[in-house]
């Protein structure tokens, strides 16, 4: 018996890492396991909301009651959001969207011939950037990932990108952050913050869902 405090909303999700293709066995990815993504979709759906999760490539097995769209690059990701985004009343960026991506496809495997070589980067669409950026946009939340100036970092992504909300998650402590199943978040709009002390994905998905529920009214 939860409390259907989304009930009639319908939320767009991003969750997991995306892969660059590099040749037709190799890729660019990161660490992200899809573990906070999910449990926003998770908890999302107890709370009564219509659910549609674009998932990277996860081993995480997908949620009964869920709508998941599942790709592998931040193109085919940017394109999934944008062919879902109009009927959406929220959106959450969880997703690790690599930056960048293999300027050159090699359609046949890179053979080794020097003691070197490097790969020319090319930057990907900016999937968070583009939703916040439509007129008749959805409560828009981004994620921040930083090492180090988190706090700084994240208050300049609301700013930059103009979000309601972005929650700023130090991915440079243990048991927090990627592939882990804890997680703590201090999550900061226009005219707030509140920190989501350490505690199980699924603690803080609820608690995330429970601030943007507050500043959606
Ligand atoms: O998946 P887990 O193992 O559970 O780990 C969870 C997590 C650490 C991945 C998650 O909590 C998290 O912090 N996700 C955001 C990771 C990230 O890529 O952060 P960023 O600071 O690089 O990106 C900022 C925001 O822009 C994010 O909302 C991201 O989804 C979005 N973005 C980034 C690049 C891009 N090309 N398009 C985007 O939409």
């Given at each position: 018996?939860?409390?259907?405090?989304?009930?009639?909303?319908?939320?767009?999700?991003?969750?997991?890492?995306?892969?660059e293709?590099?040749?037709?066995?190799?890729y660019l990815t990161?660490?992200?396991?899809?573990?906070?993504?999910?449990?926003?979709?998770?908890?999302?759906?107890?709370?009564?909301?219509?659910?549609?999760?674009?998932?990277?490539?996860?081993?995480?097995?997908?949620?009964?009651?869920?709508?998941?769209?599942?790709?592998?690059?931040?193109?085919?990701?940017?394109?999934?959001?944008?062919?879902?985004?109009?009927?959406?009343?929220?959106?959450?960026?969880?997703?690790?969207?690599a930056?960048?991506?293999?300027?050159?496809?090699?359609?046949?495997?890179?053979?080794?011939?020097?003691?070197?070589?490097?790969?020319?980067?090319?930057?990907?669409?900016?999937?968070?950037?583009?939703?916040?950026?439509?007129?008749?946009?959805?409560?828009?939340?981004?994620?921040?990932?930083?090492?180090?100036?988190?706090?700084?970092?994240?208050?300049?992504?609301?700013?930059?990108?103009?979000?309601?909300?972005?929650?700023?998650?130090?991915?440079?402590?243990?048991?927090?952050?990627?592939?882990?199943?804890?997680?703590?978040?201090?999550?900061?709009?226009?005219?707030?913050?509140?920190?989501?002390?350490?505690?199980?994905?699924?603690?803080?998905?609820?608690?995330?869902?429970?601030?943007?529920?507050?500043?959606?009214?």
């Amino acid at each position: 018996q939860h409390p259907q405090i989304l009930e009639g909303k319908h939320l767009l999700i991003t969750a997991g890492p995306t892969r660059e293709a590099i040749d037709p066995v190799r890729y660019l990815t990161n660490k992200s396991s899809g573990k906070m993504g999910y449990a926003l979709a998770e908890q999302a759906l107890a709370l009564g909301a219509d659910v549609t999760l674009v998932s990277g490539p996860v081993s995480i097995k997908a949620l009964q009651g869920v709508n998941t769209i599942t790709v592998e690059s931040a193109e085919q990701m940017h394109q999934a959001v944008m062919e879902n985004v109009d009927n959406a009343d929220v959106f959450i960026g969880c997703a690790a969207v690599a930056d960048y991506k293999p300027a050159e496809l090699a359609t046949q495997k890179i053979k080794k011939n020097n003691t070197t070589m490097a790969i020319e980067l090319t930057r990907n669409p900016d999937i968070l950037a583009d939703v916040a950026k439509r007129s008749n946009r959805p409560f828009t939340v981004g994620f921040a990932a930083e090492t180090n100036d988190v706090a700084k970092y994240a208050k300049g992504k609301l700013a930059n990108k103009k979000l309601d909300m972005i929650a700023a998650n130090d991915v440079s402590k243990p048991n927090q952050g990627f592939n882990t199943d804890d997680n703590a978040l201090t999550v900061y709009w226009p005219e707030g913050e509140c920190a989501l002390t350490h505690g199980h994905k699924q603690q803080i998905a609820r608690q995330l869902l429970e601030l943007i529920h507050q500043q959606l009214k």
